[in-house]
């Protein structure tokens, strides 16, 4: 049997504590969209008042925290609300508002910024000074979204990358419990809140493997965790190829024994924990519906915990997510006043005419790249110097990363093949990794259909799709491609599609078994096989 793990951390706080592990970065509060009791959606809309009355809020509930707490616990609080009540932050917020940006974004770019220089400060006792701050813009951005931050059982051992002050005063540590981190500071106040209150606490473990509710040991008198057995220190993350969302086993093959990768598409974060690694990888996760308003779009730790979520799930098989696809028909709660939206922009257009929700979702995606094998699909993508402008914003955002020392990779960067233009010119997109085909638009756009036509002319516009189909394969120089609209989910069209060069499908996982079962009887240029 495997023995224990025991890590070597710096101890912050002395004593030991044994519990059930707590992963911070597991999304353990719904979004507004889904608490039934939560402020709507729209009350992260708004101007200037919107954000003063989210300021209140947060103080008072700081003023809450601080009603009997000791001296030093009030200090800390004090600190908080001095900033909070300074009113440089809220006018540098007011000015990116006047600048044409949403409130949650103008707040949450506002602190970054603020954070970012902290963490690359010389003194330590500055840079622990980053979780304060932290603490307050999530404090704010949970009062402009009706989301209040969830407490953790008691008794548990925190696990995450740091712990913010006004979380622990919040916690009943009466019950016992310690706390783990990944980074976090022997100078920062969480740790001299811990020494007070003689919680046990060891900081710098770097990453390690752990589910909610393992077992694991503080030994913060040696600085050291003690992980179950079986457990594991993650290590520094190293380059993935550019090919990675093609690689891997497959057990499929066509009747001549071509092998044939056979993926899922998921829409909702709830269909995470229905995914088999042992049977499939993810083609397409479409992660606007995991965003529900704008509120959601701006909290990079949430949509971190998501996708951290399906890459862990999904094991070594790849997984690929499309940024988010809004605007035209599929608005985002919060988001609806902004010209970009009124003009009609909509997928990678959006995200490019509005870059701060585009830096949001890149930091948390180059955050979970480290969990799996992941794979960044641009949407709605028509000329090629869009695909090179992202890729730009990525880069910057991960230098930003490796300066305030955040595990993270760059992942391969491909594209949403939807656009008819787009795919009649495969072969200029050269900075594209992969691509992958999103037959619902392109057969709407073939076709000049409304989205209510659809289904009356997907029919008639397939033979057209087909046959743009098998001229953009040739024109991908070799490049990984794939198909996860609706045609690759109907047996009927397989045998064109793999005549036109295609190996990679992503289906509904309602059609995963269909699919499989047609491929099996089909040689790789789509005629049946003998006895079929």
Partial sequence: MAEPLRLKAKSASPGIASGPAFLAEEPNAPSAAERPDAAPASRAVGGYSALEKAIDISIGELEHLADGADAESRDIIDFQIEVLRDPTIAEATGARMEADENVVFAWVATLDAYIGELEAADEEQMRARAVDILDIKN???????????????????????????????AHDWSKGGGIA????????????????????????????????????????????VVLKAGGMLIPAPAQAPASDTQTGSSELRTADGVPILLSININDPAEIDALDPATAGVGLMRSEFSVASVADAANEERQLAIYRRVLEQAGDRPVIIRMLDIGGDKPLAGLEDLPALASGLRGI????????IARVQARALLRAAVFGRLSVMLPMVTFPDEVDRMRELFREEAEKLGRRALPHRM??????????????????????????????????YLAASARDDMDAD???????????????VKLSAGKPVSICGDMAGDPSYLPRLLAAGLRHFSVAPARRPAIRSAI?????????????
């Fill in 411 to 444: 992942p391969p960067i491909g594209m949403m093949v939807e656009v008819p233009s787009a795919a009649l010119m495969l072969d200029a997109f050269g900075s594209a990794a992969f691509f992958s085909f999103g037959t619902n638009d392109l057969t709407q």
């Fill in 139 to 169: 404090r704010v951005l949970g009062a402009l979204a009706g989301t209040p931050i969830a407490d953790f059982p008691p008794g548990s051992v925190f696990v995450g990358k740091d712990m913010e002050p006004s979380r622990f005063l």
């Fill in 349 to 356: 257009r959006l995200l490019l005419a509005r870059p701060e």
């Fill in 458 to 472: 997907a029919g008639k516009a397939a033979p057209a799709v087909l046959r743009l189909l098998a001229q953009a």
């Fill in 181 to 224: 981190l990944f980074a976090g500071s022997i100078a920062g106040h969480v740790a001299l809140l811990a020494r007070a209150k003689s919680v046990p606490m060891v900081v710098g473990t770097g990453r390690f493997s752990a589910a909610d509710g393992d077992p694991v040991r503080v030994d913060g008198d040696a600085g050291a």
């Fill in 520 to 532: 099996i009887g089909l040689n790789a240029d789509g005629t049946r096989a003998a006895g079929e």
